[in-house]
């Protein structure tokens, strides 16, 4: 049984203007998330600004989120690491919480060999009992999970369950797919690409554009699921202008930029991501304007 079908929103985490994670504001996010209708919350990943998190930081919103959802929907956690002991520390500890599942990226800069991604992944979940969702971004990971290395690892490791792709490869997509027979649960990790995926049998999508449309991203996976093809691929085409704004310059900025815009209050970027250009501020606001969320 999947994790969760359906739209998971990659949540960002909310600053005060002092740097300080703003808990109020992150509470009220996972509230209308709830309220929207969406099916998961990711927390901790990318979107959530784990790399510039210090691990205390980062466990300590782990916790928060699972004690604000409180088993409404499942709570997965972003644990990955370049450093597997460090994985393996946040996993466990994640798992005290009670979250539902882990996201475990790819280790990023080491850019290690399939064998050494095999190993890795391999450790961090033989330390845990919770689901696990491999997370394959190679654009940002310089390293590139390849199906038959995914297919290996669920195969022979009992609770990795699932991948996100996020590689952009639809002809890897299908691959995996294909080698798979069922075996692992495939998610898109890129919202211009949740139809597609779900055509190759994927259950949904762990999505940056929920944060700012929780509710017309999740009918966009209902509505296939439902049968209704035609209606959820209209959905995916007409999000596709906001999708490349909300990727002008590098995520989170955009959608945390979207959000202030909305009146949400998701606070500064922590550097060295910097605050958006203002010229791409004025390609988002007419996206958002046109898509009727602004």
Same mark, same amino acid.
């Given at each position: ?10 949540? &960002? ?8 994670? =703003? ?41 928060? $989120? ?10 997965? !956690?972003?644990?990955?690491? =370049?450093?597997?002991?460090?994985? +393996? ?29 095999? =190993? ?15 997370? =394959?971004?190679?654009? *940002? ?20 369950? !699932? ?41 949904? +999508?762990?999505? &940056? ?23 959820? $691929? ?35 970027? *922590? ?13 988002? *606001? ?9």
């Amino acid at each position: 049984m999947a994790i969760f079908e359906g739209a998971g929103v990659a949540i &960002v985490t909310p600053f005060h203007q002092d740097g300080r994670v =703003n808990y109020e504001k992150f509470a009220q996010l996972v509230e209308e998330q709830i309220a929207n209708g969406t099916d998961a919350i990711i927390v901790c990943g990318t979107t959530g600004e784990a790399s510039t998190l210090t691990h205390e930081e980062h466990l300590s919103v782990i916790k928060f $989120c699972v004690e604000t959802v409180k088993g409404r929907i499942p709570v997965i !956690a972003g644990t990955g690491s =370049n450093c597997t002991e460090t994985a +393996v520390y946040l996993s466990t500890e994640a798992e005290k919480y009670g979250v539902d599942g882990l996201l475990l990226v790819t280790p990023y800069y080491n850019k290690a060999t399939q064998n050494g991604l095999y =190993n890795h992944f391999k450790k961090v979940a033989d330390s845990v009992k919770l689901p696990i969702i491999l997370y =394959n971004v190679p654009g *940002r990971t310089g390293c590139n999970i390849l199906p038959q290395t995914a297919v290996r690892l669920c195969s022979d490791v009992s609770n990795i369950v !699932a991948i996100k792709e996020a590689s952009g490869n639809i002809s890897q997509v299908a691959k995996l797919a294909a080698l798979a027979q069922g075996k692992i649960d495939i998610y898109s990790g890129n919202d211009d690409q949740i139809v597609p995926i779900l055509s190759l049998g994927g259950k949904g +999508v762990i999505s &940056v554009l929920s944060n700012v449309a929780p509710r017309q991203t999740h009918e966009i996976c209902a509505k296939f699921f439902a049968g209704d093809v035609e209606g959820s $691929c209209k959905e995916q085409l007409r999000a596709l202008e906001l999708c490349d704004a909300l990727f002008c310059e590098v995520n989170p900025i955009p959608v945390k930029a979207a959000l202030n815009l909305m009146g949400k209050e998701a606070g500064p970027m *922590r550097m060295p991501l910097s605050e958006m250009e203002d010229a791409n501020v004025e390609k988002l *606001r007419t996206a958002m304007k046109n898509y009727g969320i602004l």
